[in-house]
């Protein structure tokens, strides 16, 4: 079944038809536009650890050619490539630590289990479970579960974005994106607790309005029963699609200043206080953007692996 509305951004969409077909041009493309923040992330997230950053990012867009081989189709069902790419790349980053002991117990590896499911400091794609082989696994009723919750879930948080109330959105970033509670998150949004306690309630009924509106939903989403299992999934789903990470122009603006008062506020926030990896290699690569070194940096990941790219279009 091919789904219209799968994948998100219409151009990598056409990224991966291309792929599909062989076409080195737009694997070109493919590198252009995701290699830069890839290396950025994997340079944060391995620094000290002796793994070379551009090996992983290397091994990823490979990680990505063999699932377009194995099912296109089924990768186009994927919400979106930039969220798929980094779940690859934390997993491959994962694989390579675990075969070198001396990267152990080192904070910025990506190693435990437990940290994917959101017991790490700090905020990273993969959730537990979210790994692209267990998309695979996971049952259809499951995935269509996922499904419903990613696209009620971004429509929540793209509403409190429109209406810049960043207060109630900062409150669901630290409930499911981090680890604090009760008092430390009102603390953290500089709210009260029984304010936190109001946001959420308000939050999942307004999930609950949204599913019985989605076109998939109507037959029959409903939340999980229980306090722990509905944050659980919220969490996970929220991580796995890196649902309120911030544009590449707005973090942009960010950089050079030119961003109005409020979401200068929130974009500090999503970086320093929930401190998303994805956003803050995004933000590096971007001030890195066109420099001779990040040029060159994108060429090597691109020569190292479009060889893959002809022999997999044989
Ligand atoms: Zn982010």
Known sequence: MRDDAALKGEGDRYLIEGILGGD???????????????TAYAARRLSGTGVDAEDVVQETFLGLLQSIQKGGERLIQVRSLEAYLFQILRNKAYDIAQKRPEAHGLRKVPLAAEDADGSVDGYDPVAAGGTPS???RRGEESQLRRRVLADILDELISGLKEEKTFRDLKVLELLFLTTLKGRDIARAAGTSEPTVTRIKQAALERLARLAARHRLGAGGFTLPEGEEDISGLIRSVWRENLLSCLKRSTLGAFALGAIEKDWKDYVAFHLEVVRCETCAANLLDLKSEGTKESIAARERVFQSSIGFLKRAGR
Not at 24 to 38: H, T, W
Request: glycine residues 16%; proline residues 0%; positive net charge.
């Open 24 to 38: 080195e041009g737009a694997f070109r493309q493919l590198v252009d536009r995701y290699g830069g923040r890839l």
């Open 134 to 136: 267990s998309h695979a």
